[in-house]
Structure formats: C-alpha cells, structure tokens
C-alpha cells in the first residue's frame, strides 16, 4: 500500500495558499493519500487568548491521535501559531509528526547567523522565534535573531486589502535587511511576496510551504507503510 499523510488545517481563508500547497502537494507527492482535518476555529481562539489555551491544546492532541487511528503515517500541521501544541501532540503518538516551519528554521540556522523574522500575528511571532532557538541549539550554532512584529497587516489582509499588507510588509523587510543576512516569513501566507522582499531587500528569504511538504516527503519516504 501507499503512504497517507494527515493534514491539520486552522484555516481556509487563504484561497490562493491553499491552492499553492495542493499544486505542491501534487509536484512532490502525487502517490500519497492525504486525510485533511480542518478545525478554522482554532486560530481564531489563538488569536483572542493570546496563547494556546488548554481547550486548543487538548482539541490538537485530539486530532493528532484521529489521524493516526485513520491510518496516517504522519502528519503535518499547517499552522505556525499552533506549532507549540505539537509538543505535546507528538508524545501521544507514534507516527512523525511534523511542524509547518521545522524544515524553513532548520535551514535558516543552517545558512544564516544574522536571521530577521517577520510575522503580521503576534501568536505567530514567538513560537516561530523560539523554534529558531531550538534549531539553532540543536545545530550548536549561535545565531541572531531579529524579529519584527507587522502590526495591523493581518487585518488589512483579511479585510480584502492586499495592497496595504504587502505595502507593510515590504517597508518592514526594508527596515531588517540592514541588519540580518536572511528573512525567514512566519507565516505561509505572505509566500506570495518571496520574490518582491529577495528583489527590495538583496537577502535570501524563507517561506514555508514547500520546504516543509519537500520534508515531510522525506519523512514518509522512511516509515514502513502500515499492511
């Protein structure tokens, strides 16, 4: 049998991410069955608490241990806000599972030791920071670590208004690259704008998308699929 991948999403609001990640998901993956888990309300409860509460935390563990019982043999989550709950998630199962921006902070300690991280959702900002830390530790490479938190981006964003967000965003890019050797995007949905910040700014900079799906890739290319 082939491998099955589970997917936890906390939103379908992005249309043109998502559709992104199935045409990457489609490149890199094409033999894979994927079991998609959509709970949109758990980023907006994020948002509203200010931190993972204990009802996101248990309702993460929930749907970590349901993919595994569907016959995943890992799962990725899709939401960087929510990487922290993986923490936990991770020691109730036994199969891989996967954060959104384990590969892209991986490789950003790996190329960099100057790295400015742009976030437009505060609950995005220190869980992607402190996933840098680990990475970094892991590595035994010191690093820098610049972040700058794109206030009022987010809502501009889901108010329909792109212009101002990428306006934000790219002024926000300008003010770090003189001071950092990469740009690491914390959240998938400023993906879009890679190309316009490498043109502003001169630096590489990191989104996650497909990083993380070329990793988890590599991941199932390991397990033993289950009989």
Known sequence: MGKTLG??????????????????????????????????????????????????????NAYVQAAEKAGADALLSLCSSLGPAIDEARGLVKIPVIKIDDAMTEKAVQDAQKIGVLATVGTTLGPTVRLLEEKAVTAGKAVEIHPELVSGAFEFLMSGDKTRHDEMVSVSAERLSGSVDLLVLAQASMTRLVPLLESETGLPVLSSPRLAIEYTRRVLDHVTAKI
């Open 7 to 60: 997917l936890i999403h906390t939103s379908l609001v992005f249309i043109t991410v998502e559709t992104m990640m199935r045409d990457i998901f489609a490149e890199v993956m094409p033999d894979v069955r994927r079991i998609n888990i959509v709970d949109d309300s758990l980023l907006p409860d994020v948002m509203a608490a200010g931190h993972i509460t204990l009802a996101v935390q248990q309702r993460m």
